[in-house]
């Protein structure tokens, strides 16, 4: 059985192929409300009118404000999850040298927060005041660090660390957080001289890479 709050965030599935496509314009237009003007931009009334729908329809999948915003919120994940199945491709890996690999793994990792970086600036700013958004947002971000551990530890051999998986799962942390924080407060939020994507990527590949493999590479 579910909480009371489980059940305040519980979504009626639509079942008529007419209001399962009422439903998905509405969780695109949520995604697109957050995109453009963040949290402060989403409200239901802006919703519906994105949407082109009723707010009765809505109410028939939803009883409140905060139940929709975390139906949006799983939307605008999904988008972000399907970047992150480059890591269970075998072939993408294959063959790399540890440095090449581990570069490789960074720009993976740190271009689907680039690529989203509209729709997760506003999730992330939300999440300081949302607990539910930061537990979930927590689990998710886990689930790339290990997608990100998987990949890295092709490498284990050329790491120079007394214990690889612990220094592979540092290494992410700290591309992880440092891309959000972009992401979240703009490329000169910690930097006098910020940079763009491309030079960043890089950058952050390269101290990566001299974290986990030191004296492997020249």
């Known amino acids: 059985m579910n909480s009371p709050a489980e059940a305040s ?9 007419r209001s399962r496509e009422a439903w ?21 009334a802006a919703v519906c009118e994105r949407a082109g729908v009723a707010p009765r329809a809505l109410y028939a999948r939803v009883d409140t404000k905060d139940a929709l915003f975390l139906a949006v919120y799983e939307h605008g994940v999904a988008r972000l999850q399907a970047g992150q199945e480059v890591f269970t491709d075998a ?16 720009a993976e990792c740190v271009g689907i927060s680039l690529r989203h970086e509209r729709f997760l600036r506003a ?28 990949v890295v530890l092709r490498a284990r051999e050329a790491i120079r660390h007394s214990d690889p998986e612990a220094a592979v799962r540092s290494c992410f942390g700290t591309v992880f957080a440092t ?5 979240a407060y703009g490329p000169g939020f910690a930097t006098p001289a910020p940079v763009d994507d491309d030079a960043f990527v890089a950058d952050l590949g390269e101290t990566a890479v001299r974290y986990l493999l030191a004296d492997a590479v020249g």
């Open 179 to 183: 891309s959000i924080i972009r992401v």
């Open 123 to 150: 999730v992330v700013l939300v999440s300081a005041s949302h607990a539910e958004v930061r537990r979930r947002g927590s689990l998710y971000s886990q689930a790339l660090g290990e997608g990100f551990a998987t």
């Open 9 to 17: 965030f519980e979504v009626r599935p639509p079942l008529q192929q």
């Open 24 to 44: 998905q314009r509405v969780l695109d237009a949520g995604v697109a409300l957050l995109e453009d003007g963040g949290y402060d931009a989403f409200t239901i």
């Open 91 to 106: 072939e993408r890996w294959a063959g790399l040298a540890p440095d090449d690999l581990v570069r490789a793994a960074v």
